[in-house]
């Protein structure tokens, strides 16, 4: 196995083992202490050993509540990103798995949740038990305390036919508890890929009952009875509220983060120009008072005219050198395609851009392609709209290459692009074709190397390409270097790569589906040297 690839996947391995090994500390921390502690003693007589599941779950329950904003803290994480002194090597790059930690941490809650609930549905049905009929003991005498005047009692079923439910539904924490056990089901089961992929708005929307999840976490335990007595010292610990010390932290930083978001959607964003191109793809070029930006980088947009509440992700097309920045925005939900209609793309642009509806931006926030200029050799890979982070830094290198400026630490760059429609070229081919001529004029041709593929062609076209094949440029690019049908050979490419340079350093960054994800994560893992001085490539992805 090479060297660099287990080091990187070692650091997510480690991330996760550490994760799983404090939830699993905890859990037995606390179920010990519930199980054998003499405070407890008269409770476990009532409730046995569910009592300690309940509790050692409810600990691993905030422990998770408490991580599971930090991920999706995104200028928290952006901050934490650029602190090049803290986060370094592979660990920076964990920060580019923010989603996927967070995911892991949702999984915790889920799990520690469905415990939580069976081991409280086991005391209900032991304090119903208490109370029957043929009930001995201790466990009777317990059950039968608060029956005298003024006496406190341990058992909150105080007959044999009081219906649990109803006993559950007439305390805090159990309106509580169900009121979190709602959301998290529907927060879970919408966050599912099939959702999130056919009603993104319904996925949106819906994560946002963790506001009611939070509020109720924070006061659930504080219906819980705590009794006191002198010679039957019952010291109910169990049910001492603790989730607000716990996730008190994260929320006020969650908190802070939401301030952030709404004083940047406040600052004015001017619309400098629309542009409709074919594919259903809509450039927006726009400012913004003090925004700053690097290659790589992305912006969420808000359109209050379409929804005041949903933000969307979208990579940075422009470079930094430019006066403006802009995205491209392609068709692929109702959000999208109500913002392309909004803004003329389906037919007739807007006259005037004043015209126009409203924009807000929240960024912008590094990515994991920002850190291209870290390798001496990078290879870019898109697929369809998935070319859009790539354009941002072509044009940056575009322009130092234009400004005669050199790229120090990167020697060059291998561009792929993989898409089904030729028309969706368009738009990029301009940028490629002046790359590829500035690039020519100043002796750095060397410097990209690009690879167009084509997967989906018609019969028409088909006859088209083969009757000007001959010709010195591309029929469907108009670039020098021509398109090829079909889909990589990942295998050749990388073996090609790792040739061309031996002892190197080579990013590879994606932007595009899960399976082909898989190939190249397979390929970066195969043509990786096992030898520290040999070739090694580095996989990144972007994640939105």
């Not at 999130?196 to 009611?212: A, D, G, N």
């Not at 959000?335 to 909004?342: D, G, R, S, V």
């Not at 001085?533 to 972007?542: D, L, T």
């Amino acid at each position: 196995m090479p060297t660099c690839w287990i080091l990187n996947e070692s650091v997510s391995f480690v991330v996760a083992l550490l994760w799983l090994a404090i939830n699993i500390y905890l859990f037995i921390d606390t179920f010990c202490w519930y199980a054998e502690e003499e405070s407890f003693f008269y409770t476990r007589v009532i409730l046995g050993s569910a009592l300690a599941w309940a509790r050692a779950s409810a600990v691993c329950l905030n422990f998770n509540c408490m991580l599971i904003l930090l991920p999706v803290s995104r200028n928290f994480v952006s901050l934490v990103r650029g602190t090049s002194v803290c986060c370094r090597g592979p660990w920076r790059r964990q920060l580019d798995k923010n989603l996927k930690f967070h995911k892991l941490v949702a999984y915790g809650i889920a799990v520690n949740s469905v415990i939580h609930i069976v081991a409280h549905l086991f005391n209900l049905e032991r304090y119903h038990l208490g109370q029957a009929k043929d009930a001995e003991g201790l466990l009777a005498a317990l059950s039968k305390l608060g029956n005298a005047p003024n006496e406190s009692y341990l058992n909150p079923v105080r007959t044999l036919y009081t219906g649990t439910t109803t006993q559950l539904l007439m305390t805090v924490s159990g309106i509580t508890g169900l009121v979190i056990s709602l959301a998290l089901i529907l927060i879970m089961t919408s966050s599912t890929e099939f959702i999130r992929q056919s009603s993104y708005e319904l996925f949106w929307y819906t994560h946002h009952i963790f506001i009611f999840l939070f509020i109720s976490l924070a006061i659930h335990g504080g219906g819980s009875m705590s009794l006191c007595t002198d010679s039957l010292t019952i010291v109910n610990r169990a049910s001492v509220n603790m989730a607000w010390k716990w996730t008190l932290g994260p929320v006020v930083l969650y908190a802070c983060e939401i301030i952030i978001r709404f004083w940047r959607s406040h600052q004015e964003v001017v619309i400098t120009k629309v542009v409709s191109h074919p594919s259903a793809v809509l450039e927006l070029h726009m400012k913004k008072r003090d925004f700053k930006m690097a290659p790589g980088q992305y912006i969420f947009i808000q359109c209050p005219s379409i929804s005041p509440l949903e933000w969307h992700p979208f990579t940075l097309t422009s470079a930094p050198q430019e006066d403006f920045f802009s995205v491209h925005i392609r068709a692929s939900g109702d959000w999208t395609e109500a913002l392309l209609k909004a803004f003329g793309a389906e037919g007739q642009a807007p006259s005037e851009l004043c015209s126009m509806p409203r924009l807000a931006v929240d960024g912008p926030f590094g990515g994991s392609l920002a850190d291209v200029f870290h390798y001496p050799v990078s290879v870019c890979i898109a697929t369809g709209i998935g070319v859009t982070p790539f354009a941002s830094l072509l044009k940056s290198v575009w322009y130092k290459c234009c400004e005669s400026q050199s790229l120090p630490g990167l020697s060059k760059v291998y561009f792929y692009w993989i898409c089904r429609d030729a028309a969706a070229f368009e738009w990029f081919a301009d940028l490629l074709l002046s790359l590829e001529t500035q690039m020519s004029e100043q002796g750095k041709a060397h410097l990209l190397s690009y690879h167009i593929y084509l997967t989906g062609w018609d019969e028409y076209q088909a006859i088209h390409i083969a009757l000007h094949w001959d010709e010195s440029l591309d029929v469907i690019t108009g670039l020098k270097q021509k398109t090829f049908y079909g889909r990589p050979n990942w295998n050749e490419e990388f073996k090609q790569i790792a040739y061309n340079h031996p002892s190197s350093s080579i990013g590879v960054f994606f932007c595009g589906p899960k399976a082909m994800s898989k190939t190249l994560q397979k390929m970066c893992r195969l043509y990786s040297s096992s030898d520290p001085r040999g070739v090694h490539f580095y996989y990144n992805k972007e994640n939105f």
